[in-house]
């Protein structure tokens, strides 16, 4: 099992910035992606942004060239840079991994809200 911590989340202004972390503890050699996902009420779970362990990454169009994932292997953590934040980017995100023993694993999720 993998076991996901997120924190960074909260409230912004439109055009700011806000950092996403997510700590990844139990299994974790098993894993070999991992990624954010973001969900607003009434809607399906969309994926953001994804990296691999070979540090390819993969973006969503509605997010590419404002935020950035990046991965710290040595704590096992992974990280969303967002800036230039819009109202549309308000959503549940989640941290994700996936692991060839432990499939899908999912963060409990943080709350990030772009409001003036």
């Known amino acids: 099992q993998v076991q996901l911590v997120e924190s960074g989340g909260g409230l912004v202004q439109p055009g700011g910035s806000l950092r996403l972390s997510c700590a990844a503890s139990?299994?974790?050699?098993?894993?070999?992606?991992m990624g954010w996902y973001r969900q607003v009420p009434g809607k399906q779970r969309e994926l953001v942004a994804t990296i691999t362990n070979g540090g390819s990454t993969n973006y969503a169009d509605s997010v590419k060239g404002r935020f950035t994932i990046s991965r710290d292997n040595a704590k096992n953590t992974v990280y969303l840079q967002m800036s230039s934040l819009k109202p549309e980017d308000t959503a549940v995100y989640y941290c994700?991994?996936?692991?060839?023993?432990?499939?899908?694993?999912w963060g409990q999720g943080t709350q990030v809200t772009v409001s003036s």
């Open positions: 994700n991994t996936r692991g060839f023993t432990t499939g899908t694993s």
């Open positions: 139990g299994s974790i050699f098993s894993i070999y992606a």
